[in-house]
């Protein structure tokens, strides 16, 4: 008998769950009407199963589940309404003009164009807007011109040499 | 997996909302049974459920069809499950008055030392299943509650038949250890002499 419930043990786990052949069963259930601690055995593996199984469907009898789907959903909506920081980077990600192939060599010649200009605007260079004519005089040799620039404080004295060529010295 | 299965994962993996409404449909009692049988407790049986969800919603095109779409919600479920009594197992303080025990339907019959008897119980197989590792934890949920075959525990599980068989003895050996002085009360008093009067657990069922 105790051979026999060695080599039966091994199967008892098997046959509880149903996962033997027809031949395994009719091995098993042959030993068991003449082994009360195989039989016992038997029956502690399925109180087992019972502390493990009965509260789980007694809570699944008493659960409403519709709530559960509507929080669901509503994280779902939540996961995917986007900051107002994300809209934009989202647009502009897919706007063409704002491609990296296009928008840097855009910047960079606006930057290259914006240097250039500021080095026209901001250079210092005589304006002879504000000069006022103080005195013109001709002369059989030369013409002279006299006039000042109010804001620099200069005088220029422009002597016309030939009517084609012209020298100025301040 | 059946047509219209196919079809309803084919729409949620583009997108579709509704897809996942009739998936949760289908599943959502399964995905609580294995969440309650893990965390043994309502609050966290029910955030699980909604976790897995929404988790199922953005993973679903990873689904590629290789195995069959339960196997892989069960193990997405269990592996939820199992992370969440993680975190949760070092803050919970397990007490008999504790939220979300099993509290009897029918309070009226059963006399309150029954009911006292059945929570202190209850308590116990939550403290133990604790203890189990999280294979075996997982082993016996997807057989005694889920009553998977060795074969779809073993898809479940991404493991081998041998492997399931193993985790579910060992893990059934630990629990009766655990709860000897229950395990066997059930059997006090009945007559184990006439076999022909036992009606064996495992024998054919017609």
């Known amino acids: 008998m105790k051979d026999s419930c060695s080599s039966i043990s091994k199967l008892l786990e098997r046959y ?38 009965v509260p789980v469907e007694e809570a699944i009898q008493k659960e409403d589940f519709p709530w559960v ?78 006039y000042q620039l109010e804001k620099q404080k200069v005088t220029v004295i422009w002597v016309f040499d030939e009517p084609a060529k012209d020298q100025t010295t301040s | 997996m059946d047509h219209e299965e196919t079809e309803m994962i084919s729409r949620c993996q583009q997108g579709d909302q509704e897809a996942l409404k009739e998936i949760f449909d289908k599943y959502h009692k399964k995905v609580y049974r294995i969440a309650y049988g893990v965390v043994r407790q309502r609050e966290g049986a029910l955030d699980i459920v909604q976790e897995v969800f929404i988790k199922l919603f953005h993973t679903i095109k990873n689904f590629k069809g290789r195995s069959r779409f339960y196997t892989y919600l069960y193990r997405m479920t269990m592996n939820t499950a199992i992370d969440h009594a993680r975190k949760t197992g070092k803050q919970s303080v397990s007490s008999l008055d504790a939220e979300g025990s099993f509290e009897p339907s029918d309070s009226v019959e059963k006399g309150p030392e029954r009911i006292l008897l059945q929570k202190e119980l209850e308590e116990r197989v939550k403290r133990a299943m604790d203890k189990l590792p999280a294979e075996q934890r997982a082993a016996l949920i997807f057989r005694d509650v889920e009553g998977l075959s060795y074969q779809e525990m073993a898809e479940a599980m991404g493991s081998s038949i041998g492997t399931v068989m193993s985790r579910l003895h060992y893990g059934r050996k630990r629990l009766q250890a655990l709860l000897k002085d229950y395990v066997g009360l059930h059997g006090q008093g009945r007559d184990s002499s006439d076999p022909k009067k036992q009606n064996l657990p495992g024998s054919k069922k017609e």
């Open chain 1, 69 to 146: 789907w509507q929080k669901i959903e509503r994280e779902i909506r939540l996961q995917k309404k986007l900051t107002w920081w994300q809209s934009l980077r989202s647009w502009i990600d897919i706007s063409p003009l704002f491609r990296r192939k296009v928008w840097i060599p855009a910047v960079a010649t606006v930057v290259v164009l914006l240097f250039i200009t500021a080095q026209i605007i901001f250079k210092k260079t005589p304006s002879y807007a504000d000069a006022s004519v103080v005195e013109y005089v001709e002369s059989e040799t030369d013409n002279v011109m006299v």
């Open chain 1, 16 to 53: 509880f769950d149903q996962e033997v052949t027809d031949k395994e069963r009719v091995l098993v259930e042959g030993h068991l009407h003449g082994c009360p601690a195989c039989r016992d055995a038997l029956k502690s593996l399925e109180e087992l199963s019972t502390f493990i199984k």
